[in-house]
Antibody, heavy 120, light 112 residues
Framework: QVQLVESGGGVVQPGKSLRLSCVAS????????IHWVRQTPDRGLEWLAV????????NYSDFVKGRFNISRDKSKNTVFLQMDSLRPEDTAVYYC?????????????WGQGARVTVSS | DIMMTQSPDSLAVSLGERATINCRSN????????????FAWYQQKPGQPPKALLY???TRASGVPDRFTGSGSGTSFTLTISGLQAEDAAVYFC????????FGPGTRVEIK
């Protein structure tokens, strides 16, 4: 069955970097776009970024563009989210999410989430 | 980005009764090319990720009971839970995927 397993969360100081990983299994990895979505009690669910199966096509939300970078490695069935210049407001649970198609934005499969806390 | 709003913020419903949740978008999410509403509903229980319930506004995801019904078009949508069960206590989110995905703030459904 489809599985998405995030790792790499933790506590990090403001201004520092963190890289989240998402290992995917149970489907043909290159056939689907993979997204990152985060959730906070205050702001709810926020879509952050997407990388297509071709590894080249990417898109970002305005509030992380220039600070976050999404990538994927088909040899490892893994998607990464490199987060730089982290701010306290980036504190959230980060979900790796599989698209239902190549680039639709409909989400049937979610990871369990990785908690990121940005605090000094 | 398309903004999504939901009402009410929360509601308490007795077992077996009906729960109705509304969602509005500030722009239409209907595609003129295929006349489909790029709109979904999700359910989230504590400690779990969201789970897709309905997509294309009214199509149930696999395994979703038929007491969950989605309706609406354009900018106004409704999720109806008929015959509320104890396991339906959760937070419900709407989402549009017409453009960059955005979510509603959520509606908490509690059992009265």
């Amino acid at each position: 069955q489809v599985q998405l397993v995030e790792s790499g969360g933790g506590v990090v100081q403001p201004g520092k970097s963190l890289r989240l990983s998402c290992v995917a299994s149970g489907f043909d990895f290159t056939d689907y776009s993979i997204h990152w979505v985060r959730q906070t009690p205050d702001r709810g669910l926020e879509w952050l970024a997407v990388v297509a199966g071709n590894e080249r096509d990417k898109n970002y939300s305005d509030f992380v563009k220039g600070r976050f970078n999404i990538s994927r490695d088909k040899s490892k069935n893994t998607v990464f989210l490199q987060m730089d210049s982290l701010r306290p407001e980036d504190t959230a649970v980060y979900y790796c999410v599989r698209d239902s198609g190549t680039y639709l934005g409909l989400f049937f499969y979610w990871g369990q989430g990785a908690r990121v806390t940005v605090s000094s | 980005d398309i903004m999504m709003t939901q009402s009410p913020d929360s509601l308490a419903v007795s077992l077996g009764e009906r729960a109705t949740i509304n969602c509005r978008s500030n722009r239409s999410v209907v595609s003129t090319s295929n006349n489909k509403n790029y709109f979904a509903w999700y359910q989230q229980k504590p400690g779990q990720p969201p789970k897709a319930l309905l997509y294309w506004a009214s199509t149930r995801a696999s395994g979703v009971p038929d007491r969950f019904t989605g309706s609406g078009s354009g900018t106004s949508f409704t999720l109806t839970i008929s015959g509320l069960q104890a396991e339906d206590a959760a937070v419900y989110f709407c989402q549009q995927y017409y453009s960059t995905p955005t979510f509603g703030p959520g509606t908490r459904v509690e059992i009265k």
